[in-house]
């Protein structure tokens, strides 16, 4: 609500500023073309996430050095730390990479949007970049036009450019405009009280405008008009850092509490950064004027030296915030808890954050079916069985298991399904639909998100199974008759036997020894099923069993199979070779 009324009362503000002082429309004209060729430019690279991206991130995040690197290198190279935060958060979220991992490249991404300011005041105001970026928008625009995927990427890449340059290229004409009506120096407050005041101005401005690279891009054009003082610049710079946590707190409304912690390091470390840089402005513009004559920068030069200072008191914040990155991590796993009674039919891996690129997207349906098959439908086949999961896990035969195991556990599946399988699985399909509709996927993941989905209609299947299979194991407790008891015995022992491979399979990861068992009694379900139980015939000959028994052994006696069966391809879906597929982008 407030976030409207604020936003309303901008729109209101700037039309009549616009009503009242026509000359400002050029400068407000220049800002919306920039940050529209900001936007061209984060579509057109995110066509390029989705692979190598995606898989240089994954990898290069186990070593702080290496994500703080990789997060500068990218952000430099793709102008947005508000890019390379989301695709951050949202690979957190669906738990690709690590907190700490997260939190150095966006650590890394402060230090690469620094090259946003050196390309505007090295290059953006030094020549006639309208001449360039007519070209670009040009070619980017065809570009934009063509069916292939990476052409299109590839043009919105270009067109950006073309808009963020003209962009500059109308904010520069504009104040010089301007200028000639109102001198905004009037306006400039010397000493510390300015310092505050105009990193005030520069929290408020980038918060509207959610992008720093902006901001520093509409600061480095006035300071060129002579708009501004130097002073007064810098403050604004040191505003536009802090403001900019804004673009990683609304990223993590709709993440998980891993991409909440991110946020809270993002804010954590910029507020920090901006602190450390007022506390020091004057030192630190003392050290700007000596290295910027070691470089040979003009000292009259301030857009370059803004830029130099830029860097500077971002480096500086890392350098300030490595040692106690640890510490920092710990502080946010305290603040941020995840819920202990967290129950299973509420998503664990899933929310709005993973749908951002295909990869996570993947990686959290994949997480969520895996989670919700080895807790909720392994708890409700073992139980369903008058069984527990212990004994399953453990080294007792299953003979012995079911030996002992002959108290009704009082198990109600159909309770159990609506308690704690329906809902998870209506958010898995719901999630899995939403990416095949709405991202841009190669046919490999489309197949694993297809895949994703059969396994978890396979599950509730087995549920229904499990259903059928509760009432007459419970019915052959009761009934005096150790013919139908010694029937279904053994398909509780068979069930044991699967279910004991499969955890061994999970927990083993995927090993080809317990790969091949899956495969061999997969095999010998799909051939019981087909063929008849001579065990239950011999029974009904001898009159050992009544017609209404001999009719519940059969029919459970293809349930148990076609169970086993589909117990075993949703465990060979989710933990077998499918998991490939996320390391494919072919």
């Known amino acids: 609500m407030i976030r409207r009324v604020f936003f309303l009362a901008f729109l209101i503000a700037l039309a009549a500023v616009l009503f009242f002082n026509p000359n400002f429309k050029t400068i407000a004209a220049g800002v919306a073309i920039l940050l529209f060729g900001m936007i061209m430019l984060e579509e057109g690279f995110r066509v390029f996430t989705k692979g190598p991206l995606k898989n240089i991130l994954k990898k290069a995040t186990d070593k702080l050095y290496k994500s703080i690197g990789l997060g500068a290198l990218v952000t430099a190279f793709i102008q947005s730390s508000s890019l390379v935060t ?19 490249l966006v650590f890394g991404a402060n230090i690469g949007t620094t090259a946003t300011a050196w390309l505007v005041a090295g290059f953006g105001l030094k020549i006639k970049i309208s001449a360039l970026a007519m070209p670009m928008l040009v070619f980017g625009i065809i570009f934009s036009f063509q069916k292939k995927v990476s052409l299109k990427g590839i043009g919105n890449v270009l067109a950006g450019l073309g808009f963020f340059f003209l962009g500059i290229h109308y904010m520069k004409e504009g104040f010089d405009v301007f200028k000639e009506y109102i001198d905004l120096t009037q306006y400039a407050i010397p000493g510390f009280l300015g310092v505050i005041i105009y990193t005030g ?27 501004i003082e130097y002073e007064n610049a810098l403050a604004l710079a040191i505003g536009a850092n802090i403001g900019t946590t804004i673009t ?3 990223g993590s409304i709709g993440s998980n509490i891993a991409g909440k912690r991110l946020a809270g390091a993002h804010l954590v470390f910029n507020v920090i950064t901006g ?61 941020f808890k995840e819920k202990v009674d967290k129950d299973i039919d509420e998503p664990k891996y899933l929310n709005e954050a993973v749908l951002e690129f295909p990869g996570s997207a993947i990686s959290a349906l994949i997480n969520e079916s895996k989670y919700l098959y080895k807790n909720a439908i392994f708890e409700i086949v073992a139980h369903g069985l008058n069984i527990h999961r212990e004994d399953i896990k453990s080294d007792i035969k299953a003979k012995k298991i079911v030996k002992k195991s002959t108290k009704d556990m009082h198990i109600d599946v159909e309770n159990l399904y609506y308690k704690k399988v329906k809902t998870i699985y209506g958010e898995i399909i719901r999630y899995a639909a939403t990416a095949q509709k709405n991202l841009e996927l190669t046919e490999n993941q489309n197949n694993a998100i297809t895949d994703i989905r059969i396994a978890n209609r396979k599950m509730v299947e087995i549920i229904k199974d499990v259903r059928e299979l509760n009432k007459n194991v419970i019915l052959s407790l009761d009934l005096d008759n150790k013919y139908l008891l010694k029937e279904y015995d053994t398909f509780r022992k068979k069930i044991i036997k699967v279910l004991r491979v499969i955890y061994l399979f999970r927990k083993a990861d995927n090993s080809a020894e317990y790969a091949e068992k899956l495969t061999e009694l997969k095999r010998d379900a799909k051939a019981h099923i087909r063929q008849g139980n001579k065990s239950i015939d011999k029974l009904i000959r001898k009159d050992l069993i009544t017609v209404e028994m001999a009719s519940s052994l059969f029919n459970d006696y293809t349930n148990v199979n076609d169970m086993i069966k589909k117990l075993i391809e949703v465990a060979e879906l989710l933990y077998g070779e499918t998991d490939t597929l996320l390391e494919n982008d072919k």
Request: hydrophobic fraction near 60%.
């Open 201 to 227: 101005l520069g929290i408020v401005i980038t918060t509207i405008l959610q992008s720093s690279s902006a901001t520093l891009a509409l600061i480095l054009t006035a300071l060129a008009a002579g708009q």
């Open 248 to 250: 990683a707190i609304l």
């Open 275 to 335: 602190i450390v840089a007022l506390a020091f402005i004057y030192p630190l513009s003392n050290l700007v004027n000596y290295l910027a004559n070691a470089f040979g920068i003009s000292a009259t030069d301030f857009t370059l030296k803004l830029a130099l200072f830029h860097t500077i008191f971002n480096i500086i914040g890392v350098l300030i915030m490595i040692p106690f990155i640890k510490k920092l991590e710990s502080v946010l796993l305290r603040f």
């Open 86 to 104: 989301v695709i951050t958060i949202s690979f957190i979220s669906a738990g690709l990479i690590s907190l700490a991992g997260g939190i150095g």
